[in-house]
């Protein structure tokens, strides 16, 4: 499907955040590859492509390199978080329609934060107990708000975030994101 010289376009940008999901979900990343009709390799050459245009010397800045591959965002806001205005852009990704794929931009087009959110008027999952947490159903923000106080922690590479969080009751657990989407949930021991 994929040769070299073709544009490097949304549908290779979702192969990419399927490739570092793979790590915890394997299974589901590879019916999500099947229904998008690609091979193994054909991923594989989409991150090594997306790896290339991250590390290059020409690179564009990062909110820019995002839009030459994603196209003019479905929304464009300005935010405040804290002390700090950003840029909120987000774009619609086809595999996962209830969600959008959110960048937050400093002045200038630095990146601070990239992932998946819900999109806007789409219903979340209900999420009460950790049986509620299962793969791919929601996201950071989702479940850091149902089971407060969620402790962030860092995560184990630049696109995985891990909360703490104790679900009523039940015992201390940790939540796994891969570009903002549950992965997994894990007991201290486990994790």
């Known amino acids: 499907m994929h040769t070299g010289t073709h544009r490097f376009g949304p549908l290779d940008f979702q192969l990419v955040l399927l ?3 793979a790590d915890h ?3 589901l990343v590879e019916d999500a590859r099947r229904e998008l009709g690609v091979t193994l390799a054909d991923m594989r050459e989409a991150n090594r492509r997306w790896q290339a245009m991250v590390r290059s010397p020409r690179a564009r800045g990062s909110a820019a390199r995002y839009r030459s591959v994603l ?3 479905e929304t464009s806001v300005r935010r405040r978080i804290g002390d700090l205005e950003c840029d909120a852009l987000a774009w619609p ?3 996962w329609p209830g969600l959008r794929f959110e960048v937050l931009s400093a002045p ?3 990146v601070w934060n990239a ?3 819900r999109a806007p008027g789409a219903p979340g999952p209900e999420l009460r107990t950790a ?18 106080p969620a402790r962030p922690m860092e995560g184990t590479a630049p696109t995985r975030w891990r909360l703490g969080l104790t679900p009523p009751g039940g015992k201390p657990c940790v939540a796994e ?3 903002g989407l549950l992965q997994r949930v894990g007991f201290p021991d486990d994790v």
Request: proline share 15%; with cysteine; aromatic share 12%.
């Open 71 to 73: 196209g003019p965002p």
């Open 25 to 27: 979900q394997p299974d």
């Open 131 to 148: 049986g509620d947490l299962r793969p791919w159903s929601c996201t950071v923000d989702e479940v850091a708000r149902a089971f407060p």
């Open 115 to 117: 992932w998946l959110v």
């Open 19 to 21: 490739r570092r999901m």
């Open 108 to 110: 200038g087009g630095a």
């Open 93 to 95: 990704v086809p595999l």
């Open 177 to 179: 994101f891969t570009w």
